[in-house]
């Protein structure tokens, strides 16, 4: 990952905007998003999420957005490509962050986020607890309610989702910069005997 320098923070500050990365799929929990998501309108939250990814759960996903009455507060973007949501992080197109993955890896999608200084809220799998520790909201996964606590108390307190997002993107330049990681692989290898 290549840190970028720090964006601007663009945009309405009374509505919080919010991306989800990722492919419209069960393992990434978006029918746990979708009622955290009717909690926080009704709580009178002023949010508009983008849904970013496709796969075989989209109708699905649309029906149940239409249903819960969030047409107005979700997009179904489909599938933005990798320039161009990298470029949408750097003009600060985004206050938040939201992953309710069930399973990952070490999540690239956060760790991207996590470069351009944008607020994390995810569920504790995979890799995402030791990326996240201290530097994000972490929450269990198949949670809708402490997924909606969450994602609230970010939007509530954005300097608090501020300082923790400066806290994300210290560890991803200093753990998983291009750069610090070839720097550290070449220290290694020339110390090698």
């Not at 983008?50 to 029906?63: M, Y």
């Not at 997002?165 to 692989?185: H, N, S, Y």
Request: proline share 8%; glycine share 8%.
């Amino acid at each position: 990952i290549e840190v970028p320098a720090q964006p601007a923070r663009p945009g309405d500050e009374n509505v919080t905007r919010i991306l989800c990365p990722a492919g419209l799929r069960d393992v990434k929990g978006h029918h746990y998003l979708l009622p955290a998501l009717t909690e926080l309108r009704d709580r009178g939250l002023s949010f508009r999420v983008t849904l970013a990814g496709d796969g075989p759960l989209r109708e699905p996903i649309e029906r149940d957005i239409a249903a819960r009455g969030l047409t107005g507060y979700v997009t179904v973007a489909g599938n933005i490509p990798h320039d161009e949501l990298l470029s949408r992080y750097a003009g600060g197109r985004y206050d938040l962050v939201v992953l309710p993955s069930l399973h990952e890896g070490i999540p690239v999608s956060l760790m991207e986020a996590a470069g351009f200084g944008v607020p994390i809220v995810a569920t504790a799998v995979g890799g995402t607890p030791e990326l996240l520790e201290d530097a994000g909201y972490v929450v269990p996964p198949a949670d809708s309610a402490a997924l909606a606590d969450a994602i609230a108390t970010a939007i509530e307190n954005p300097t608090a989702a501020r300082t923790l997002a400066a806290a994300a993107r210290k560890r991803v330049q200093d753990e998983f910069d291009i750069e610090v990681v070839a720097e550290e692989l070449e220290r290694r290898f020339t110390a090698s005997p």
